[in-house]
């Protein structure tokens, strides 16, 4: 089955270290083709359209994702990006991941919005829990995300997210899961044959080109 892997840049990159980034990156996987992989990158809104440009020019299979968009339309709402203004520049999004939830005081209702709002400009949509109490239902991807287990070089461990994704296909059968926290080229051979795994959505190690390379090709 092809997994599916995530690089979630969060508030990182300039323009110039994204060049740098995909120059390298694309390299790579015009010299090692991955089979069976779908490679999907989140940056940042002010490197999204850049980087989906230069992946089309360069013929380099990943799609591309939004990390986070509006609750609401197009319209008066400074400061934020619509799902509507994503067309023909991203065809995912990240919705309700922890840090939002944490620090931008993301709350069910609000997520719920969004997924909304995807699914009506057709964004696939990568929905993060924290545990198997959510409604999966709309969402495309699944992501549990232990929140210790974000940035901190400590993964859950690989029986508890069985667990956990036990629980959540009790409630939506039909979920398609992802784990995201810590995941690294050092580790991620101990998780990819977890039961039911469809793959992973990785942060600080998706920010070196050859650190991200090398993880995928041990996927
Ligand atoms: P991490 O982040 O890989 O840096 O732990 C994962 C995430 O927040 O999606």
Redesign the pocket.
Known sequence: MEKIL?G?W?SNKTIDETREFLTEFSQYLLDHPPSNKKIIICPTFTTLKYTADFLHANNIEVAIGAQNISRYEEGAYTGEVAARQLQNIAQWV?IG???RRRLFGETEDIITEKLKQAKKYDLKTVL?VQDESEDTSEAEYV?Y?PPT?????S?DDPKHIEEVFGKILEKNSSAKLLY?????EKNIEKYREIKNISGF??????LNASSFAGLISKC
């Open positions: 995530i979630n969060k990240i991941h922890s840090e993060c992501a995300e287990s974000i940035g901190t070089g993964p995201g926290g810590s995941i690294d959505l990785i942060g600080g190690a998706s």
